[in-house]
């Protein structure tokens, strides 16, 4: 996080010019270890596209995005040069900020600056200034607004008391960046001022950082010292800056106006009747900021100098917050908006303001200045909120009987293999405790007690596990324990009488729900440690042992294995896994699989009911499940798990030798890869080629789009690793379920039929063409085979396909085929014409089933339904088969179903020529092959193509 800090600032320097200045400022920052040395040609290289003088005699220098990788640590050094700096355009710098960020974290310095940059001159004082401090305090010192708008407004609020009013108004400063930890507790300390007509008014400047006035208002009308409490004024005071709002209160009071407030239906009436912002009924136009750093400095500037030709005024507001005047730079950046976010400009009525509109969107759109990636408009714009008729379809048809021994159920093979284990339910806790407690020592120290007992919990659970992420997640954990906010919020609540176990519970749901109302999905998804960690403690306050893990391997029991779950699955202590929801070709089922541990999921809610320990037997080839079985079954189980494991060990023993037909019919078996460190691992496997490089699971391993030299290196990584085999590379497939958190997609409402795979590449032509670049220099004259996924259109396929043309010329390759992935059902119907310009299909049969069935893959109930067996599919692949082979053109299958016993014959059948399974898949699909004819295959997948369902094509091929 950056923060202004006396300590980093370097007094009284001198450069002779700018080069000179920089290399300084780059110096100090390699010197305290905040980037490498390449930084500092970062910060020249961005100097040269334009000056980062930002006004008032200070200068932002900072590198560009492709010197990210550079920086270790997030921070900034800074130099006054009382000598000055020339920066350029008659420029001079006193002051130059040299930022090392990792990602857009340098917003949050522009917003400490803005204070700096205000009307009021600072060049002079900060040249003469004589100590780090003070300029620390001339940074932070400059006059500030009070903050007041729809933000800081909340009403009819669910509280009991003045107490509780005053912590709703706190957390509002808080959630504003008005105050940090601490304005709370010293607010509720003063004493309540009442103003009349049931107003009552409270202020602090304890732990305030910028000014700022929160109103709230109860639900109930309530009382404070036998007086009416109708509306509660919460000021986070510093220096001056309220006074103007405390006079017109004044004199609104004075005028018998006070009801306006306590009886306020609307915050927009509270706004206006207190001069606070509120955002005119002025013409508007929107637009989504496409900056990939946001609104920095040089857009800012730009769209400040846009803004400023017109004379009438415009003011610009982000995601319905308060609008701020378009024409001041300071304002412009305190807004921090992001890429993504949606920018509202309001021009005055009657002036020049409002022609001025539709330029300053289009200035938006291209950029500000600098290059971007467009972003779509009409799918930022807010959804409408229709009425709902409830009913909970979800449930319906769900058998909800209690589960006893004995009892076998079918659901979702998720994962192949056969587990026995006890079961391990992780499912929400209720817990009984009292509400009020038994005075702050008593339930602090109950508290304390929980906490350090949970604490050592999580310890020993760092020491046992092995693997990074998963010693990541309860390193996280332990310092959720000790989050001074999360303290200082139970304290309050104990304050206020509450139990220990009644203030943590409610401390850690705000916590939780106000983390998962973050648009970031990443950092949304925290809010579940958040419960996690919860629950750990309530159980220790509580006295309630919580469902411990069994010390065997035992049959984790979950609602459903999300993709932050799958990180914790330790193989060696989970043998297999049973969900309530969840489904068959989901992306987490596709990890699980990948992790070889058996599953059954979509099983439904009763399965979370079952007691702990219980005895589980889960068939994950089958999806079958047996709830405790007796001995002679466990026995049965034991023998057929030897079984398979001899079979594995087998395959395994001929995993290097290829897969040919009993008659002599070959197929080349590949692997599907997700991680270049993995391609080693994949060609010890027996894998013949990698079918299926997952491209965008390459850039998620890294923290910021990778360059095109970042690129380079992990793909030569997994051609080295090949050494001569094939490499079938699928370019980046993002949109769908499939986020990358620094490519953010504008919500839509059918993400799946939206913006992802080809369609999004080719909106963002330098990412496709970063990425072909980068895979052309890998090559080195090695087999090199590149496909683009989810194409559904010849367009799609041909622009794709004239951009990498393009680039061949550029930097030849030897060995190069392209093809596209056969996902969309459009693509197979068009296989014949696609077949004349490709050189070979790859059929990703988990979209193509999806598409086909018009079922989302990760449906929780129906994702079960979602054959990739299903007659329909079959005849899809079956016609982009024979339309590749008229043409002399190879074809794949890379989805899930290729890995399916039941399904190889079938595809082998229908003269598909490369099978690309999970690297675990390689010896048994390689096994399977051996076993069978390919006559029967092909009669069995004639027969196949003429059934009316996949249950009967799965019955069909039952004994092969
Ligand atoms: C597929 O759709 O079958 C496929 C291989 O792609 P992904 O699962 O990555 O969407
Ligand atoms: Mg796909």
């Given at each position: 996080m950056?923060?202004?800090?006396?300590q980093?600032?370097?007094?009284g320097q001198q450069?002779?010019?700018?080069?000179?200045a920089?290399?300084?400022?780059g110096?100090?920052?390699?010197?305290?270890g905040l980037v490498?040395?390449g930084?500092?040609d970062?910060l020249?290289?961005r100097?040269?596209?334009?000056?980062?003088?930002?006004?008032?005699?200070?200068?932002?220098?900072h590198g560009t995005p492709?010197?990210?990788?550079q920086?270790?640590?997030?921070?900034?050094?800074?130099m006054q040069?009382?000598e000055?700096?020339?920066w350029?355009e008659g420029?001079?710098?006193?002051l130059?900020?040299?930022i090392?960020?990792k990602s857009?974290?340098?917003?949050?310095?522009?917003q400490?600056?803005t204070?700096?940059l205000?009307?009021?001159?600072?060049d002079?004082a900060i040249r003469?200034?004589?100590?780090?401090?003070?300029?620390?305090?001339?940074?932070?010192g400059a006059?500030?607004?009070?903050e007041?708008d729809?933000?800081?407004?909340?009403?009819?609020?669910?509280?009991?008391?003045?107490e509780e009013?005053a912590?709703?108004?706190?957390r509002?400063?808080?959630q504003t960046?008005c105050?940090?930890?601490?304005?709370?507790?010293?607010l509720q300390?003063?004493?309540p001022?009442?103003?009349g007509?049931?107003?009552?008014?409270?202020?602090?400047?304890?732990?305030v950082?910028?000014?700022?006035?929160a109103f709230?208002?109860?639900?109930?009308p309530?009382?404070?010292e036998g007086?009416?409490?109708?509306?509660l004024?919460?000021?986070?005071?510093?220096?001056e800056?309220?006074r103007d709002?405390l006079?017109?209160l004044?004199e609104?009071l004075?005028a018998g106006?006070g009801?306006e407030?306590?009886?306020?239906?609307?915050s927009r009436?509270?706004l206006?009747?207190?001069?606070?912002?509120?955002?005119?009924?002025?013409?508007?136009?929107r637009?989504v900021?496409?900056?990939a750093?946001?609104?920095h400095?040089r857009?800012a500037?730009?769209l400040?100098?846009?803004?400023k030709a017109s004379?009438?005024?415009?003011?610009?507001?982000v995601?319905?917050g308060?609008?701020?005047s378009?024409?001041?730079?300071s304002?412009?950046?305190?807004?921090?908006?992001?890429?993504?976010?949606?920018l509202?400009?309001?021009?005055e009525?009657g002036?020049?303001?409002?022609?001025?509109?539709?330029?300053?969107?289009?200035a938006?759109e291209?950029?500000?200045?600098?290059?971007?990636e467009?972003?779509?408009?009409?799918?930022?714009?807010?959804?409408t909120?229709?009425?709902v008729i409830?009913?909970?379809i979800?449930?319906?048809?769900e058998?909800t009987s209690?589960?006893?021994a004995?009892?076998?159920?079918?659901?979702?093979?998720?994962?192949?293999?056969?587990a026995v284990?006890?079961?391990?339910?992780i499912?929400e806790?209720?817990?009984?405790?009292a509400?009020?407690?038994?005075?702050?020592?008593?339930e602090?120290?109950r508290?304390?007690r929980?906490?350090a007992?949970v604490?050592?919990e999580?310890?020993?659970?760092?020491t046992?596990?092995e693997a990074g992420p998963?010693r990541?997640?309860?390193?996280t954990h332990l310092e959720?324990?000790?989050d001074?906010?999360l303290?200082e919020?139970?304290?309050?609540?104990?304050?206020?009488n509450?139990?220990?176990a009644a203030?943590?519970?409610?401390q850690?749901?705000?916590?939780?729900?106000?983390?998962?109302a973050?648009?970031?999905a990443l950092?949304?998804?925290?809010?579940a440690?958040?419960?996690?960690?919860?629950?750990?403690?309530?159980?220790?306050?509580?006295?309630v042992a919580l469902?411990?893990e069994?010390?065997?391997p035992?049959v984790?029991v979950?609602d459903?294995?999300?993709?932050?779950?799958?990180?914790?699955?330790?193989?060696a202590?989970?043998?297999?896994?049973l969900?309530?929801?969840?489904?068959?070709?989901?992306?987490?089922?596709?990890?699980?699989r990948?992790?070889?541990?058996?599953?059954?999921v979509?099983?439904g809610?009763?399965?979370?009911?079952?007691?702990?320990?219980?005895?589980?037997?889960v068939?994950?080839?089958h999806?079958?499940?047996?709830?405790?079985?007796?001995?002679?079954?466990?026995?049965?189980?034991?023998?057929?798990?030897?079984?398979?494991?001899?079979?594995?060990?087998?395959?395994?023993?001929r995993?290097?030798e290829?897969a040919?037909t009993r008659?002599g019919?070959?197929i080349?078996?590949?692997?599907?890869?997700g991680?270049?460190a993995?391609?080693a691992?994949v060609?010890?496997q027996?894998?013949e080629?990698?079918?299926l490089?997952?491209?965008?699971?390459?850039?998620?391993?890294?923290?910021?789009?990778p360059d095109?030299?970042?690129q380079e290196?992990?793909?030569?990584?997994v051609?080295d690793?090949?050494?001569?085999r094939?490499?079938?590379?699928?370019?980046?497939?993002?949109?769908?379920?499939?986020?990358l958190p620094?490519?953010?997609i504008?919500?839509?409402e059918?993400p799946?039929?939206?913006?992802r795979?080809?369609r999004?590449t080719?909106?963002?032509p330098?990412?496709?063409?970063t990425?072909?670049?980068?895979?052309l220099?890998?090559?080195?004259?090695?087999?090199l085979r590149?496909m683009?996924?989810?194409v559904?259109r010849?367009?799609?396929?041909?622009q794709?396909?004239?951009i990498?043309?393009?680039?061949?010329?550029?930097?030849?390759?030897a060995?190069l085929?392209?093809?596209i992935?056969?996902e969309?059902?459009?693509?197979?119907l068009l296989?014949?014409?696609?077949?004349?310009?490709v050189?070979?299909?790859?059929?990703?049969?988990?979209?193509l089933?999806?598409?086909?069935?018009?079922i989302?893959r990760?449906?929780?109930?129906?994702?079960?339904?979602?054959?990739g067996?299903h007659?329909?599919?079959?005849?899809l692949?079956?016609m982009?088969?024979?339309?590749?082979h008229?043409?002399g053109?190879w074809?794949?299958?890379?989805?899930?179903l290729?890995?399916?016993p039941?399904?190889?014959?079938?595809?082998?059948?229908?003269?598909?020529d490369?099978l690309?399974?999970?690297?675990?898949?390689v010896p048994?699909v390689?096994?399977?092959v051996?076993?069978?004819?390919?006559?029967?295959?092909?009669?069995?997948?004639?027969?196949?193509?003429?059934l009316a369902?996949?249950?009967?094509?799965?019955?069909s091929?039952?004994s092969?």
């Open positions: 950056f923060e202004l800090d006396a980093h600032i370097r007094m450069a002779a010019d700018k080069d000179s920089l290399a300084m400022l110096e100090a920052l390699v010197q305290d490498a040395p930084y500092i970062g020249r290289a100097e040269a596209q334009g000056s980062t003088y930002l006004g008032q005699g200070i200068a932002i220098p492709q010197t990210r990788d920086v270790f640590t997030t921070g900034v050094r800074i040069f009382p000055g700096v020339s350029g420029q001079t710098a006193y130059a900020i040299a090392a960020a857009d974290e340098h917003l949050r310095i522009l400490l600056l204070r700096a205000g009307e009021k001159s600072l002079e003469r200034a004589d100590s780090a401090e003070a300029i620390v305090q001339l940074l932070h006059p500030q607004e009070l007041l729809d933000q800081l407004v909340r009403l009819h609020v669910e509280v009991n008391d003045l009013l912590w709703q108004g706190a509002l400063l808080k960046q105050v940090e930890t601490g304005f709370a507790g010293a300390t003063n004493v001022l009442p103003l007509d049931g107003l009552w008014w409270l202020h602090s400047d304890h732990s950082t910028r000014p700022g006035l709230v208002t109860p639900e109930q309530l009382t404070f007086q009416p409490l109708e509306g004024f919460c000021l986070a005071s510093l220096g800056a309220h709002l006079e017109r004044c609104l004075i106006r009801q407030l306590s009886h306020a239906t609307s009436a509270v206006e009747a207190l001069g606070g912002e509120v955002a005119p009924d002025w013409p508007s136009a637009v900021l496409p900056n750093h946001g609104l400095a857009p500037k730009e400040a100098r846009l803004a004379s009438g005024d415009i003011r610009v507001r995601d319905e308060a609008p701020v378009a024409k001041s730079l304002r412009l950046l305190a807004l921090g908006a992001r890429r993504g976010q949606v509202e400009f309001l021009a009525p002036t020049d303001a409002e022609a001025a509109l539709s330029d300053l969107v289009a938006v291209a950029g500000l200045g600098e290059e971007v467009p972003i779509s408009a009409a799918s930022a714009a807010p959804l909120a229709t009425p409830e009913t909970n979800l449930a319906r048809g058998n209690p589960l006893t004995g009892d076998t159920f079918s659901a979702i093979a998720a994962a192949p293999g056969l284990g006890p079961a391990y339910v499912a806790q209720r817990f009984d405790f509400a009020e407690g038994e005075g702050v020592a008593v602090m120290e508290l304390e929980a906490l007992a604490r050592t999580i310890d020993a659970l760092i046992r596990s998963i990541d997640i309860f390193l959720m324990l000790d001074p906010d303290r919020g139970v304290q309050l609540r104990m304050k206020r509450a139990s220990a203030a943590w519970s409610a850690i749901d705000e916590a939780a729900a106000q983390q998962e973050l648009k970031d950092l949304a998804e925290r809010a440690d958040l419960r996690d960690v919860g629950r750990r403690v309530l159980g220790h306050i509580c006295g469902a411990s069994p010390d065997e035992y984790l979950m459903e294995v999300g993709p932050g779950d799958v990180a914790r699955l330790d193989r202590r989970v043998c297999g896994i969900t309530a929801r969840g489904g068959a070709s989901s992306h987490s089922a596709i990890v699980s990948a992790l070889g541990i058996p599953a059954v979509g099983a809610s009763r399965v979370l009911a079952l007691a702990p320990k219980t005895a589980l037997l068939d994950g080839d999806g079958h499940v047996e709830i405790a079985p007796d001995a002679t079954r466990i026995e049965q189980v034991q023998v057929e798990r030897q079984v398979r494991e001899r079979q594995r060990k087998e395959a395994e023993a995993r290097f290829p040919i008659d019919k070959r080349e078996v590949a692997a599907n890869l991680n270049t993995d391609a691992a060609v010890e027996g894998a080629a990698v079918g490089l997952r491209t965008e699971l390459v850039f998620m391993s890294h923290d910021a789009a095109e030299a970042q290196r992990d793909y030569r990584r051609l690793a090949l050494d001569g094939p490499l079938v590379v699928r370019t980046l497939d993002v949109g769908g379920d499939k986020p620094y490519m953010p504008p919500a839509e059918n799946f039929l939206g913006i795979g080809i999004l080719l909106r963002c330098e990412v496709l063409e990425q072909l670049r980068a895979l220099r890998a090559a080195d004259g090695r087999p590149i683009f996924p989810m559904g010849v367009e799609e396929w041909r794709a396909r004239d990498l043309a393009r680039l061949r010329q550029e930097i030849p390759v060995d085929q392209v093809g992935m056969i969309v059902p459009s693509a197979a296989a014949p014409v696609l077949a004349q310009e050189d070979f299909f790859s059929v990703g049969t988990n979209d089933t999806q598409y086909t069935l018009a989302d990760g449906h929780p109930l129906l994702s079960g339904e979602a054959d067996l007659p329909s599919v079959l005849r692949i079956d982009t088969v024979q339309a590749a008229a043409h053109k074809v794949g299958v890379c989805g899930e290729a890995a399916d039941l399904a190889v014959p079938l595809l082998l059948g229908l003269g598909v490369e690309s399974v999970s690297a675990r898949s048994l390689k096994a399977r051996r076993e069978l004819d390919f006559s029967t295959a092909q009669v069995c997948a004639r027969q196949a193509l003429g369902s996949a249950d009967d094509v799965r019955a091929v039952e092969l």
